[in-house]
């Protein structure tokens, strides 16, 4: 058997991180047994449907590098198919046609309800003469489904769950006006794609015993289950806004990397003994579901943002150089380019988020005169100006690496009579506007001998 898994998101919405931890789940487990990921946009609901919505997953999933193995399969696209199933089991006397009238089908439940029963549907068509069919009707199909014993559920997360068929009531699988239901839709979607793994959010678990009914009575194989544990905030509370961000292209706009947020993800409600960090070779080496826990996930954002910061100092310095550009709306050409790109080294290793890096870097794309910092501006005080002004004759004289810099600072400031961080950090507000920066000596060395004795003179001035 090869292992088909698949991602079936309904374009109503943002992609959320519980959606992104669901696809990943996919993704990883049909790696890790060579199989294929499959996605497939669920966009039945044409009034909420969005092309919009659409973009936002299929952007979300390739910032991932959630690629699908195959191209997206749209749902709207096979009603004809829905349809063909649903007429299949009408002949087969597995389903019939149910001409209840939205007031009749409303007086039911109100009535169940007034005497504590839960609203299902009574079967009142079930066994009934489509003769009877009042004029003007046009019914729905409902799935006769077995009253008799039960339906269960060998789920590969939550074991084997079970539920008394007396208690599931005739779904409807094709509505009035010819449309399908969601659980009809989607078992017969999975049937036609080869799915052998439904990997999904524990909340549609309730829904898996109807959809068992619809494979059982076309005789189709069923897939392997596993519902999964949905995602909490530190509260234990549904997550939502006010936990912080949920959704994954605004994960993106905060500057968090996606192999971070993916290893994340990875480790909510995942574990392989103590292995905390790890790409995505290892995640595909070690993903299986017999490492998926039954209990809820917590979001710990101030988790997520050290890991972020871990995948920071391990990214490609040419490739964050790109991003901070980005994010200063400066093109790859920019003279500051080169700069952002030598600073690099100590720039990462400060920053926790994108966001941190473009802040701490931008100092090296401005023109002097720069706008300081109040804490560096209390630095150029007159005594450290007329010091700055001495320093930047040194510094023209000096052969501009990072040894002969350093060596000529520390002479400087033996020979007036200061520790090193008293010439160090005015020279630092100087070049940067602030009172943090990498190391002065790479600092110097990536402004180069010209911008860098500009700025200490436009300061010193």
């Excluded at 919505?53 to 749902?75: N, S």
């Excluded at 489509?130 to 269960?152: C, F, M, Q, S």
């Excluded at 630095?379 to 004289?397: C, D, H, I, W, Y």
Aim: contains cysteine; glycine residues 8%.
């Amino acid at each position: 058997m090869t292992v088909r898994t698949r991602f079936a998101p309904s374009p109503t919405g943002l992609l959320h991180i519980g959606g992104a931890r669901t696809a990943l789940f996919n993704y990883l487990f049909a790696r890790h047994h060579g199989g294929a990921f499959l996605l497939r946009i669920e966009d039945t609901d044409r009034a909420r449907s969005t092309e919009a919505a659409t973009r936002v997953i299929l952007e979300g999933l390739a910032w991932l590098g959630l690629d699908p193995d195959e191209p997206p399969l749209f749902q709207s696209t096979r009603s004809a198919r829905h349809a063909e199933i649903g007429e299949t089991l009408l002949r087969r006397g597995l389903a019939y046609r149910a001409y209840d009238t939205p007031e009749e089908l409303q007086a039911m439940r109100e009535r169940a309800i007034a005497e504590g029963r839960p609203p299902r549907y009574g079967g009142r068509w079930r066994d009934r003469d489509p003769a009877d069919a009042p004029p003007g009707i046009a019914p729905a199909i409902r799935l006769k489904a077995p009253r008799e014993g039960e339906t269960v559920v060998n789920d590969l997360v939550q074991g084997t769950v079970r539920v008394a068929n007396a208690e599931l009531d005739d779904m409807i699988i094709l509505r009035s006006d010819g449309t399908p239901t969601y659980l009809h839709a989607v078992v017969v979607d999975d049937h036609d794609m080869g799915i052998t793994h439904v990997i999904r959010g524990d909340d549609h678990l309730t829904n898996t015993f109807r959809q068992v009914q619809i494979y059982q009575a076309m005789g189709w194989e069923i897939p392997a289950f596993a519902h999964i544990p949905l995602i909490h905030g530190a509260d234990g509370a549904k997550l939502s806004k006010r936990h912080g961000a949920v959704s994954v292209l605004e994960f993106r706009e905060q500057g968090f990397l996606p192999e971070a947020l993916c290893n994340y993800l990875l480790r909510l409600g995942w574990g392989h003994g103590d292995v905390e960090v790890g790409d995505r070779e290892t995640a595909i080496r070690l993903f299986d579901l017999d490492g998926v826990g039954r209990a809820p996930s917590r979001m710990d954002y101030a988790k997520l943002i050290h890991l972020n910061g871990v995948w920071l100092r391990r990214a490609d310095d040419a490739r964050l150089t790109r991003e901070v550009l980005a994010r200063l709306g400066l093109p790859e050409d920019h003279p500051a380019a080169g700069r952002i790109r030598a600073l690099m080294p100590g720039l990462k290793e400060r920053a926790k988020t994108l966001v941190d890096l473009a802040l701490s870097a931008a100092f090296l794309a401005h023109s002097p005169p720069l706008q300081f910092e109040p804490k560096a501006a209390a630095l150029l005080t007159p005594e450290n100006k007329a010091m700055l002004r001495e320093l930047s004759g040194v510094l023209e004289a000096t052969d501009f690496t990072a040894p002969a810099l350093d060596a000529a600072l520390r002479r400087f400031a033996e020979g007036h009579g200061k520790k090193l961080g008293q010439v160090a950090q005015p020279l630092r507000a100087s070049l940067t506007g602030s009172t943090v920066s990498p190391g002065i000596d790479a600092t110097l060395v990536a402004l180069g001998r010209a911008e860098a004795i500009a700025r200490i003179k436009a300061a010193a001035a």
